[in-house]
């Protein structure tokens, strides 16, 4: 039986494979790189954090997670 975070992490893998096709003569970067190549630091209002606790929690995935795939999910919508 396949658990929730490996489809998760399927889910985000394919994301990422769709998105970077899209750009044409660039080379698709690994999703299993370390995450040492950028750091953000983003500061949330208390409304936007409740926000993001709660999408959070009702995807079962944690905040940094969610923060990732939202990313992607976006992305992919608008190119």
Known sequence: MIS?????YREMEELVKRLFKKRKNERSPDPNAPRKYKKLNVPFNEFEYGVLETAANNSGRS????IRWAILKAAEEIT
Request: proline content about 0%.
């Open 4 to 8: 929730t975070e490996d489809e998760k």
């Open 63 to 66: 905040k940094l997670n969610f």
